[in-house]
């Protein structure tokens, strides 16, 4: 600005009369020229500087409002995906035959849940940690293996006196093979952890699909947990009958063992899907259909869990054939379609006996199976 006032001034007089001595006026209006020039920097220099300020202060305030902004979008963000994390699968069982076949359907389906309870049941709840171990190592599955509860929830641990439907080993005699099947596996899954650290790992999961296929007691200890309960999404219980009944008759094998727990459950409100006895019981796998299943020659220590449970079936005066309880939640899981599902209001009494009750805690009840879809399933599992 002061070249320009300079260029200006020189300007202002005649070319001629450069070089020469200035009059009074000239130097006035030089004067004036250079005291207008002189202000007119100064408050240029001003209005530059109140410029600066104003434009310092909107972006030092665009970064804050930015900053606050990003960091309530991260936190719903995180929130979010809280409540839309990766959906996890949960297994409690006591594993018995049956198990073992639910735990290979997992497997070969490439659904190998996030943890799995060994729960009293067929037997000790050490020995069903052991037969855990000894199933999961045999089909390489890599996930944590928790000890569940070993007696009913608020019961008395129970007395194992006789060896039940699933002999002394509580795998038909089985469990040697299994064992030498999984030799070579990472020592440490050879020791499950304890409930009160599951419970931590359930408080990492979201969206979980809790499958039980023995007694209710580790879910009803959980559920006393809300932080727990919160994260369960649905429930798939196999046990109990809809079957109408005698008063004091006695109930299917896993709510009988403990009652409590399954009133617990039953009035949980979450949402729950029944596989009853009448379904459960009555779906068999016959001889043609063992022999098929081994043409494959894959899995034969699988094949042979399912030959021995049809000789168990036949040698207690039953229908000769395989039954498999604990596979129908998982072939459920895999296709919702192939099942007959009837939602039911139930109670439950104190045997653990399920009536029917307009009143009573909503379930859904899976009633019929297309027959020849348990086949399908197990012959793809065992072809692989």
Same mark, same amino acid.
């Given at each position: 600005?002061?070249? /320009?006032? !300079?260029?200006?001034?020189?300007?202002?007089?005649? #070319?001629?009369?450069?070089?020469?001595?200035? !009059? =009074?006026?000239?130097?006035?209006?030089?004067?004036?020229?250079?005291?207008?020039?002189?202000?007119?920097?100064?408050?240029?220099?001003?209005?530059? =500087?109140?410029?600066?300020?104003?434009?310092? *202060?909107?972006?030092?305030?665009?970064?804050?409002?930015?900053?606050?902004? #990003?960091?309530?979008?991260?936190?719903?963000? $995180? %929130? =979010?995906?809280?409540?839309?994390?990766?959906?996890?699968?949960?297994?409690?069982?006591?594993?018995? &035959?049956?198990?073992?076949? *639910?735990?290979?359907?997992?497997?070969?389906?490439?659904?190998?849940?996030?943890?799995?309870?060994?729960?009293?049941?067929?037997?000790?709840?050490? +020995?069903?940690?052991?037969?855990?171990?000894?199933?999961?190592?045999? /089909?390489?599955?890599?996930?944590?293996?928790? +000890?569940?509860?070993?007696?009913?929830?608020?019961?008395?641990?129970? %007395?194992?006196?006789?060896?039940?439907?699933?002999?002394?080993?509580?795998?038909?005699?089985?469990? &040697?093979?299994?064992? @030498?099947?999984?030799?070579?596996?990472?020592?440490?899954?050879?020791?499950?952890?304890?409930?009160?650290?599951?419970?931590?790992?359930?408080?990492?999961?979201?969206?979980?699909?809790?499958?039980?296929?023995?007694?209710?007691?580790?879910?009803?200890?959980?559920? +006393?947990?809300?932080?727990?309960?919160?994260?369960?999404?649905?429930?798939?219980?196999?046990?109990?009958?809809?079957?109408?009944?005698?008063?004091?008759?006695?109930?299917?094998?896993?709510?009988?063992?403990?009652?409590?727990?399954?009133?617990?459950?039953?009035? !949980?409100?979450?949402?729950?899907?029944?596989?009853?006895?009448?379904?459960?019981?009555?779906?068999?796998?016959?001889?043609? @259909?063992?022999?098929?299943?081994?043409?494959?020659?894959? #899995?034969? @220590?699988?094949? $042979?869990?399912?030959?021995?449970?049809?000789?168990?079936?036949?040698?207690?005066? @039953?229908?000769?054939?395989?039954?498999?309880?604990?596979?129908?939640?998982?072939?459920?899981?895999?296709?919702? !379609?192939?099942?007959?599902?009837?939602? %039911?209001?139930?109670?439950?009494?104190?045997?653990?006996?399920?009536?029917?009750?307009?009143?009573?805690?909503?379930?859904?009840?899976?009633?019929?199976?297309?027959?020849?879809?348990?086949?399908?399933?197990? $012959? %793809?599992?065992?072809?692989?």
């Amino acid at each position: 600005m002061r070249f /320009l006032c !300079s260029f200006r001034l020189y300007h202002i007089l005649p #070319w001629e009369g450069r070089g020469k001595a200035l !009059s =009074e006026k000239d130097v006035r209006t030089i004067l004036f020229q250079e005291t207008f020039c002189s202000g007119l920097q100064a408050g240029r220099d001003d209005v530059l =500087e109140n410029v600066k300020k104003k434009v310092l *202060a909107l972006v030092l305030g665009f970064c804050c409002a930015w900053q606050m902004a #990003w960091g309530t979008v991260l936190a719903a963000a $995180e %929130k =979010e995906a809280g409540k839309t994390g990766i959906p996890a699968l949960v297994y409690d069982g006591d594993p018995g &035959s049956d198990d073992a076949l *639910a735990l290979f359907l997992l497997k070969q389906n490439s659904l190998v849940p996030d943890l799995a309870f060994a729960t009293y049941g067929n037997g000790p709840e050490k +020995q069903m940690s052991s037969n855990m171990v000894l199933v999961t190592g045999a /089909l390489a599955m890599d996930l944590p293996i928790y +000890q569940g509860a070993d007696r009913p929830w608020k019961g008395r641990k129970l %007395k194992f006196k006789e060896p039940g439907f699933n002999g002394k080993d509580g795998l038909l005699g089985l469990a &040697s093979v299994l064992k @030498e099947k999984s030799q070579g596996r990472d020592r440490k899954t050879l020791q499950p952890g304890d409930l009160e650290e599951a419970q931590k790992q359930l408080k990492k999961c979201r969206h979980i699909t809790y499958i039980v296929t023995g007694p209710l007691s580790t879910l009803a200890g959980l559920l +006393q947990d809300p932080e727990v309960k919160s994260r369960i999404d649905r429930v798939y219980l196999v046990g109990g009958s809809l079957t109408e009944t005698e008063p004091g008759q006695v109930a299917e094998t896993n709510f009988a063992q403990d009652p409590k727990a399954v009133k617990a459950v039953m009035e !949980s409100g979450l949402d729950l899907t029944l596989f009853p006895r009448e379904l459960t019981g009555t779906q068999y796998i016959g001889e043609q @259909e063992i022999q098929n299943l081994g043409r494959s020659g894959k #899995w034969p @220590e699988f094949l $042979e869990l399912i030959r021995a449970n049809q000789a168990a079936h036949e040698k207690a005066g @039953e229908e000769p054939a395989a039954v498999l309880p604990a596979i129908f939640p998982i072939l459920y899981q895999l296709d919702p !379609s192939q099942f007959a599902v009837e939602d %039911k209001r139930i109670t439950v009494d104190k045997n653990g006996q399920l009536q029917e009750d307009p009143q009573g805690r909503l379930v859904h009840g899976v009633l019929g199976v297309n027959p020849r879809y348990q086949w399908r399933a197990l $012959e %793809k599992a065992f072809s692989r």
